[in-house]
Nanobody
Framework: QLQLVESGGGLVQPGGSLRLSCVTSGDTLSGYTIGWFRQAPGKEREGVSCISDYGGSTQYVDSVKGRFTISRDNAKNTVYLQMNSLKPEDTGVYYC??????????????????WGKGTLVTVSS
């Protein structure tokens, strides 16, 4: 079973950048589609971005397109989320999650079988 651990969150001013990392273990990362999700205080969890098993396909929610970039290094068992031009509305706990899939970028929260515990991102002046 895949295990995931997020890191890289913190406090950043509006307009700043952070890079989140999701380090995996327990299984071969290349067999998994990985997604980043976030949950803001008082709001439901939403999908942010997904990446297919070898990184050939990516998806983003409209609110982060052009600002966030998802990538992965299967040799390092790590998936990244580079977040630029951060806004206060990007504040929340960010989770990475995985589901076993081949060649698919589809990553609905209900279909993800392994989740990390999250890392907090706070965008505030």
């Amino acid at each position: 079973q895949l295990q995931l651990v997020e890191s890289g969150g913190g406090l950043v001013q509006p307009g700043g950048s952070l890079r989140l990392s999701c380090v995996t273990s327990g299984d071969t990362l290349s067999g998994y589609t990985i997604g980043w999700f976030r949950q803001a205080p008082g709001k439901e969890r939403e999908g942010v971005s997904c990446i297919s098993d070898y990184g050939g396909s990516t998806q983003y929610v409209d609110s982060v397109k052009g600002r966030f970039t998802i990538s992965r290094d299967n040799a390092k068992n790590t998936v990244y989320l580079q977040m630029n031009s951060l806004k206060p509305e990007d504040t929340g706990v960010y989770y990475c999650a995985g589901r076993r899939a081949w060649g698919s970028v589809f990553c609905p929260a209900s279909g993800m079988t392994a989740w990390g515990k999250g890392t907090l991102v706070t965008v505030s002046s």
